[in-house]
């Protein structure tokens, strides 16, 4: 029951502005009793409520929207559940999107994964650094239409574990969003850690006034993973985040000698085209379990690039192409 409290307190702190050490019968930041209801009584946050301070906008908000009035389109790749290639997807779709011949597009990858960034490794760039200069941070250059920023740059060891509380990784990625110096670009893909907890509450309400297209949501075809990609979609309706659509990971494997074909991760309940169907959301594509695209990441090297006529390349592509045909500008 305490875990049921607590996930419906959750829930509510994403829609009423409550905050997360408030009281269980809280009104709300925005409500004209904040601070000043008998449910306020004890409350550390009564003060800061009844001045109406709580309710005051983050004035980074502003610094946030003109320091990215330049990016056309952020898109986030979310999933509740870790380890179901999230960081591959976002890594290759950045890739993709600038290595389309008739486009090249300007491309960012932000990567928001505070305590396990793999950005840098997945884009062969683990031994670059940023520079600072009186403009803010330079990212770093994958390639002349590719800009990087993740903290894996920021560590004087790529094995040092991050060990942050929320705060102080919310802090973070205000910066990463007020400081890095992004020229012109056509997408910003942010690559999240899973589940929907501080980072997300923070990139979304720093995003407010921004071009979010919307967010890839990433599963694999097992129960155990839908159970909480669910959740994330849910996240998404709630955080009135548009669902561009949702990508099935790992799902299945084609052997390379006989050509037969294996449901490693076997979709018991439906895997996520069934869920699809729930959520009325589109299914961008079905990325299989491929020896190729793991040594891919592995090497920092664009997929579809080395390996233009495999099947994983038709399914980044597909999956680009859904983002270029609901762009915003």
Not at 44 to 56: F, H, I, L, M, R
Not at 223 to 239: A, G, H, P, Q, Y
Request: proline residues 5%; glycine residues 6%.
């Amino acid at each position: 029951m305490e875990n049921e409290s607590n996930q419906i307190q959750h829930e509510k702190n994403l829609t009423e502005d409550v905050p997360e050490n408030a009281n269980e019968c809280c009104p709300g930041t925005k409500s004209g009793e904040a601070g000043k209801s008998s449910a306020c009584a004890g409350c550390p946050n009564q003060k800061v409520c009844s001045s109406g301070k709580a309710n005051q906008e983050d004035p980074a908000l502003d610094i946030i929207a003109k320091k990215l009035s330049n990016v056309k389109n952020i898109v986030l790749v979310l999933s509740g559940k870790g380890g179901v290639g999230k960081s591959t997807v976002s890594s290759q779709l950045a890739m993709t999107l600038a290595h389309i011949e008739d486009q090249k597009y300007e491309v960012g990858l932000l990567d928001i994964d505070i305590c396990g960034p793999s950005i840098p490794r997945m884009l062969g760039l683990e031994e670059e650094e940023v520079h600072q200069s009186n403009d803010g941070w330079t990212p770093v250059y994958y390639d002349n239409n590719l800009a990087v920023m993740s903290i894996g740059f920021l560590l004087s060891n790529k094995n040092d574990a991050v060990i942050w509380r929320g705060p102080r990784k919310n802090g973070l990625i205000k910066q990463f969003l007020t400081d890095v110096v992004w020229d012109n670009l056509d997408y910003l893909i942010i690559d999240t850690p899973p589940g929907t907890s501080d980072e997300h509450l923070s990139i979304i309400q720093y995003l407010a006034k921004t071009n979010i297209q919307g967010a890839v949501v990433v599963t694999t075809p097992q129960e155990i993973s839908l159970l909480d990609v669910r959740k994330e979609l849910n996240f998404c309706v709630k955080t009135k985040i548009p669902i561009l659509g949702v990508v099935e990971n790992m799902s299945g494997f084609t052997c390379p000698n006989c050509k037969c074909q294996y449901e490693i991760f076997k979709p018991n309940t439906g895997g996520a085209s069934k869920m699809c169907e729930e959520f009325q959301v589109d299914l961008l594509a079905n990325v299989p379990i491929d020896p190729e695209l793991l040594q891919a990441s592995d090497r920092g090297k664009c997929y579809v690039k080395d390996f233009p006529d495999k099947i994983t390349s038709q399914c980044f592509l597909e999956i680009a192409n859904t983002i270029t045909s609901k762009s915003k500008k």
